[in-house]
């Protein structure tokens, strides 16, 4: 059985996303926050120019798309309590 791995973050409340979806700005900020090291990881390409040299670049059209879709996402989530 494999661990949930978050690396000290912590877990999102239903309150924070709750808050959010009623369009909270400090929810919102704390829930970018808390998946921003996942989209710049999976935003990232690596690419091998004309010299061999490996480089790491951001495909922002898909940063932008990831972002949209964890606001979008949140945005149409209530919880009732």
């Known amino acids: ?25 400090d929810s919102l900020n704390f829930i970018y926050k808390y998946y921003e090291g996942y989209i710049r990881r999976i935003s990232t390409m690596k690419s091998i120019n004309s010299r061999g040299i490996c480089q790491l670049s951001v495909n922002e059209a898909l940063r932008g798309f990831l972002e949209w879709v964890v606001y979008s996402t949140v945005m149409k989530h209530t919880f009732k309590f």
Request: with cysteine; proline share 0%; charged share 20%.
């Open 1 to 25: 059985m494999s661990k949930c791995r978050n690396y000290g973050r912590g877990v999102l409340t239903l309150d924070v996303i709750n808050a959010a979806a009623y369009g909270d700005m």
